[in-house]
């Protein structure tokens, strides 16, 4: 949840780290700190809150000699957000430093046995925990490196670090575990970094580093090794072929208004090479046999996309599908029988720890996994027996947008592949793939006036302190996620309802101050959906209904989007419903790119 990065080279690194620090800080905003050797000694700076705290202190600091350095932008989780908790963390002789992101899940027992031994703990965090614990190897093992090694070797959960040595301050050493750690080569200089952004202006030449890597490297070398025994490791070297433009805002006020006007590209990039003489082509799936079951598990977002998905893969491919939140998966004795399951795990980061779990429990059980990820190299994209990557580029507001259209995407081609193999309807497939085809053009002309609805309609509920947003069918799911925009990004109470349950229930909440925004899509569903309008509106709840020109009903706001054959209409609705959220938190003041309280990568449980 946090992002560290390390640089040594021959620039002054300091502004290297902060400036990484700046591309990292979705991961995490609570604290951010750095250390750099100076005149023989190890500096530690860190500020509590965003990375401006910490610039402002290192304002006054002479850091431009030092050209190694470390930093952290944290997302706290042992110990409040707080100085003495922000990173880097020294070792009681003050010689070691270290940055992490992830938890050592026994720490506790490490540091009952470290206070025997007359250390002592300036914070509630594993990580002065863990550098304390190489400080101890240490005194057995002169050699930092396996002493490190050793450390960790006793240390259980998850974590990427970069250790730094007040003797040795051009030397970096770093490690993964079940969080993301990437090493980037430049010329005469290196970097690790847990999102390659962090130093994509100096390199695009990376590996991605694997669970039980070591990294050691300075300047002008470098050395990846087993932490088990300390044997050599050689991964491949990858080119990254994306640039900083796709990272950074392009004139946008936030990162999530450019990311969900991405989203007629990102569908153009996810069809490209995807759809030849009228047919589907995933390649990453023809190894694997056609699903007698699918077990979608996923979180957030990416869980909506999953339930979305589950309506095209069972109409479209005719495969039984259950769909459930990664963090209850994992706890439960589920009945994965192997022999014709599949588990497909959604992931826009890769990395999200439940999730990543899910995974493993399936591989364990031998039931084949199929990841659904945006991030390169990432965790799942590498353990999966097979990875469709959605190609939406680097998706760096917090709140997932873009990452959610391409999923749904995938899925639908991936729902239309399997109909494919299961000698689906041929005409049906064609019509939907030049649906999907026109979508592009279709959405990039609406997304305008839909932004211009979406403002006025923020402004004329800013008031509301709750909202409902209903629907039914496939327009359940984007309900769901609609209303977990809103709350994430405007501290609205917000929930997502299927229409038909209100009145068992949930309709006792409805009052004039209680609106309801209710997808009212032209399809199937429409009558029934306008009958729990109906009913909604006869409690004097407030209703704006997305619906499509033309079929109209009767609400307080109507709110008009263009037409598409359903399921397909999901894709039209789902930005409106972003911008909705987009224009209520930048209206209501709040840090739209950086919510509180969240980080873009959920790499704990
Ligand atoms: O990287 P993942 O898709 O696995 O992340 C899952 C959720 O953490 C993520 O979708 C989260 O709910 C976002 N804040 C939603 O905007």
């Not at 706290?76 to 880097?88: K, L, S, V, W, Y």
């Not at 497939?429 to 609406?446: I, K, N, Q, T, Y």
Request: charged share 20%; net charge negative; hydrophobic share 40%.
């Amino acid at each position: 949840m946090c992002g560290i990065i390390g640089y040594t080279g021959h620039r002054p690194g300091v502004p290297v780290v902060v400036e990484g620090l700046r591309r990292l800080e979705y991961r995490g905003y609570d604290s951010a700190g750095v250390a750099f050797g100076l005149k023989g000694g190890l500096e530690v700076i860190r500020a509590k809150g965003k990375l401006a705290a910490l610039e402002e202190k290192l304002a006054h600091e002479p850091v431009t000699l030092a050209t190694t350095a470390m930093g952290h932008t944290r997302w706290a989780t042992h110990g409040e957000p707080a100085e003495r908790n922000a990173h880097p963390h020294r070792s009681n002789d003050g010689r070691l430093a270290i940055v992490h992101n992830g938890i050592i899940e026994n720490f506790q027992e490490i540091k009952a046995d470290l206070l025997g031994k007359g250390y002592v703990f300036h914070s509630e965090t594993d990580t002065e925990v863990l550098v304390n614990l190489i400080a101890e190897c240490r005194k057995s093992q002169p050699d930092l490196l396996k002493a490190f090694a050793a450390a960790l070797r006793q240390a259980h959960g998850a974590y990427a670090v970069c250790l730094m040595d007040r003797d040795d301050p051009d030397t970096l050493l770093a490690a993964r575990m079940s969080a993301p750690l990437i090493f980037g080569i430049g010329t005469g200089e290196h970097f690790v970094a847990s999102d390659i952004p962090a130093f994509l202006p100096y390199t695009r030449q990376v590996i991605f580093l694997e669970d039980g890597d070591i990294v050691r490297c300075t300047a002008g070398d470098y050395a990846i090794m087993r932490l088990e025994d300390l044997a050599p490791v050689r991964h491949p070297v990858q080119t990254i072929t994306w640039d900083m433009q796709a990272a950074q805002k392009g004139g946008y006020r936030h990162f999530m208004l450019k990311e969900i006007f991405e989203q007629p590209r990102v569908i153009t990039d996810g069809l490209s090479g995807r759809v030849q003489d009228g047919k589907v082509c995933l390649p990453e799936l023809d190894g694997l046999p056609v699903p007698e079951r699918l077990h979608i598990v996923a979180c957030g977002t990416s869980y909506h996309s999953g339930l979305w998905g589950r309506h095209l893969l069972e109409n479209w491919a005719h495969i039984p599908v259950q769909v459930e939140i990664a963090s209850e998966f994992r706890y439960r004795e589920s009945l994965l029988l192997g022999k014709g399951d599949m588990v497909l795990v959604i992931s826009q980061s890769g990395e999200t720890a439940d999730t990543l779990a899910a995974l493993r429990i399936a591989r364990e059980k031998g039931v084949p996994v199929l990841g659904l990820c945006n991030v390169v190299g990432s965790s799942i994209a590498r353990e999966a027996s097979a990875v469709i990557l959605t190609q939406a580029g680097p998706e760096i507001s917090v709140a997932s947008t873009k990452a959610m259209c391409s999923q749904m995407l995938m899925l639908a081609l991936m729902a239309l592949y399997w109909g494919q193999r299961n000698d689906g309807d041929a005409a049906e497939r064609a019509r939907c793939l030049s649906l999907l085809e026109s979508l592009p053009v279709l959405l990039g002309e609406a997304l305008p006036a839909m932004h211009e609805r979406a403002r006025e309609l923020s402004r004329k509920y800013a008031q509301a302190r709750n909202f409902f947003y209903l629907g039914r069918g496939h327009c359940f799911p984007l309900a769901l996620e609609g209303a977990l925009k809103l709350k994430e990004l405007s501290y609205i109470h917000a929930e997502g309802y299927a229409a038909g349950e209100m009145k068992h229930g949930p309709i006792a909440l409805i009052d004039p101050a209680f609106p309801s925004l209710v997808l009212a899509l032209d399809d199937e569903l429409y009558p029934k959906v306008v009958s729990n309008m109906v009913e909604v509106k006869a409690r004097q709840g407030k209703v704006i209904a997305l619906c499509n020109t033309g079929r109209e009903p009767d609400a307080d706001d109507i709110w008009r989007i263009p037409a598409l054959p359903s399921p397909l209409a999901g894709f039209m609705a789902l930005p409106a419903l972003q911008l909705f959220s987009y224009e209520m938190a930048d209206y209501l003041g709040k840090d739209v790119d950086q919510p509180r309280n969240l980080a873009k990568s959920v790499t704990v449980e």
